[in-house]
């Protein structure tokens, strides 16, 4: 039975981390059939997060983040070429091209794409970016560096906070309009928000928060020139980010039967994709920003993730769950951990802080600019986030992993525990940010606001 | 040679800076950034600092060649 499994055709479309570090993981797991990977990017597979970074610092070249692998996968790489369609029934990937690949099991890490701004002829003027791909990093950091009057950020999420930081290392003046309470808000809450509100001002940034933009202005003949909030205001620039978070790249699946909708495709802990009917399948597996999981420790909630180590975490589970029988098969348990290096600032995450009511400082000082701050939800620890603590994370993690009490005991003796008091977490309904969330509860919470599916036509 | 740090796991201990800090680079307390390509001079310092990182983030490894089929 493994036997037959070690061997077969097995296609991955996506052509990115998730699914370099797949290919990767099936050799080592044994593999020896035909390997496939479908990408419609031009490019062999490439790190994102050095894009709002380094390369919008101007430390290093957009089309130099191409990733390592650890091991040849000896797969044929279908670059350039875009996945239309799948049928589950004759077990075909069909491609924009035409043609179509046959297989036994299929992984799908399609990920995200950056929202666009929805006026389109608004997003056509020249000086309007977003930032997902290598071409948007390099376009974006040439006018960076052109040197331009001043940078529009919509959106003050991770991703937006980073092009802003980065546009003040660079000297360039720039407005960051949000239309929550502050930045960084939908992922961490009231309280770090408001140290991240605190940061942007005092590194320079027009921060503007509690706005829409309205709309995007030209000079007449096709260059961006500024914008109009919906306060009355108007910001001149030159250079508009539009960073209001990730849209799934499901709508290829729309005929495939599977649980494919806007907050991604539905899979069991184990990576197999659901269909439609809550059905599991047993030949489709998801991994990656694209897929939505079920976690024991927050309620088995769905979970939606854009996180770097998630899409690592999850390919090789997945991986592994495609080479081996049913009760050899893993579970995908990683907690949640992701990091943002903004302003100077390191901001690491684990577990889910949205899952949340309240939050306590536990070590260092918002006035510090050094802490952790732990989240609880119902009394049991849910989440930690460290400011240049990154040491202290994996202590917390093991209050997660354990559903320790919240607020948390006082900790070893060697650790500087702030007596401080618990307060509500304020975590906003995602439906008032500008910026989308990069951890996505989508099941059911009773006290939380649920994404609404419209069916399509 | 390629590099990517696994940044989840990385703890700003710093070793790395201390070996390879033409490629490696602290910026602020403990934000790590780094040229994901490793110039052919550095390649050897690339490959002590990642035997060196104490969280074993350091990857190392050529990027995927497209043979054109
Ligand atoms: C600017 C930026 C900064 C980031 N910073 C951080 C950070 O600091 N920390 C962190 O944890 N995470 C960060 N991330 C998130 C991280 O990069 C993602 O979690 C990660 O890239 C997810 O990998 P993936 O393989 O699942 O999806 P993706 O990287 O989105 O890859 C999906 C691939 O599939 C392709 N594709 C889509 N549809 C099709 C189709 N129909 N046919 C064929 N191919 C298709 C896409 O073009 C893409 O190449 C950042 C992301 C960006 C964009
Ligand atoms: S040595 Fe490892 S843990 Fe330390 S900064 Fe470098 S990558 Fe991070």
């Known amino acids: 039975m493994a036997g037959d499994l070690r ?16 290919a990767e993981a099936l050799r080592e797991e044994g593999f020896t059939g035909s390997l496939t990977v479908v990408g419609d990017e031009p490019h062999p597979p490439y790190d994102r997060p050095p894009l709002s970074k380094q390369v919008l610092l101007g430390l ?122 502050a930045p ?33 202005r030209g000079d007449g003949s096709g260059r961006f020139s500024g914008a109009e909030l919906s306060d009355g205001s108007r910001v001149e620039a030159d250079v508009c980010v539009v960073a209001l978070g990730a849209v799934r790249n499901v709508e290829w699946l729309a005929d495939s039967g599977l649980a494919a909708g806007p907050r991604g495709i539905a899979c069991d802990a184990g990576c197999r994709a659901f269909n439609m009917y809550g059905i599991v399948t047993d030949d489709i597996f998801v991994a990656g920003d694209v897929s939505r999981f079920p976690h024991p420790l927050f309620g088995y909630q769905m979970l939606s993730l854009e996180h770097w180590g998630n899409a690592v975490e999850q390919a090789e589970v997945a991986a592994h769950n495609m080479v081996n029988p049913g009760p050899l098969r893993r ?33 260092g000082s918002l006035e510090a ?27 917390y993690r093991h ?36 910026h989308g969330p990069t951890v996505a509860l989508t099941g059911y919470l009773p006290d939380r606001r649920l994404t609404v599916v419209q069916p399509r036509g | 040679m390629r590099t990517v740090v696994d940044l989840t796991h990385c703890q700003g201990y710093a070793q790395c ?43 190392l490894g050529e990027e995927v060649s497209v043979d054109g089929r």
């Not at chain 1, 808000?185 to 027009?206: C, E, W």
């Not at chain 1, 949205?354 to 070590?363: E, G, L, M, N, R």
């Not at chain 1, 050094?370 to 994996?394: C, I, N, P």
């Not at chain 2, 490629?23 to 052919?40: K, R, S």
């Open chain 1, 399 to 434: 209050l997660i992993e354990t559903a320790a009490p919240f607020p948390p005991p006082p900790g070893a003796a060697d650790r500087a525990i702030a007596a401080d008091i618990p307060v509500p977490s304020d975590v906003p309904d995602p439906k008032g940010l500008s």
């Open chain 1, 60 to 181: 290093v070249a957009a089309d130099s983040t191409g990733l390592p692998m650890r091991r040849d996968p000896d797969a044929e790489w279908r670059l350039g070429v875009r996945a239309t369609g799948l049928d589950p029934l004759g077990k075909r990937v069909l491609l924009a091209d035409g043609e179509s690949v046959p297989y036994d099991r299929v992984l799908i890490t399609t990920g995200t794409r950056a929202r666009p701004w929805p006026k389109a002829e608004e997003a056509a003027l020249d000086g309007v970016f977003t930032l997902r791909t290598r071409e948007d990093a390099g376009g974006l950091a040439e006018r960076l560096a052109a040197g331009p009057r001043r940078v529009l950020v919509i959106g003050g999420g991770f991703t937006g906070s980073e092009i802003a930081s980065a546009c003040r290392e660079r000297g360039l003046d720039v407005t960051v309009a949000e239309r929550g309470p």
């Open chain 2, 17 to 59: 800076v201390f070996l390879a800090p033409k490629v490696f680079q602290l910026h602020g307390e403990e934000g790590l950034l780094y040229a994901p390509a490793v110039p052919d001079d550095q390649a050897e310092r690339v490959r002590q600092a990642a035997a060196a990182c104490p969280v074993q983030a350091i990857l």
């Open chain 1, 331 to 363: 579970p995908h348990l990683a907690l949640p951990t992701f990091w943002s290096t903004q302003f100077g600032l390191n901001i690491k995450s684990v577990g889910v802080p949205t899952f949340s009511d309240h939050v306590v400082i536990a070590q």
């Open chain 1, 7 to 22: 061997d077969g055709r097995i296609v991955i479309i996506g052509a990115s981390l998730a699914g370099l570090r797949a």
């Open chain 1, 184 to 216: 960084l808000v939908g992922a961490l809450g009231g309280t770090l928000s408001k140290l991240a509100a605190v940061m942007q001002r005092n590194h320079g940034v027009d921060l503007r928060t509690g706005v829409t933009v309205t709309t995007l």
């Open chain 1, 369 to 395: 600019r050094r802490l952790a701050m732990v989240y609880g939800y119902q009394g049991r620890v849910t989440a930690a986030v460290t400011v240049d603590m990154a040491k202290s994370l994996d202590y």
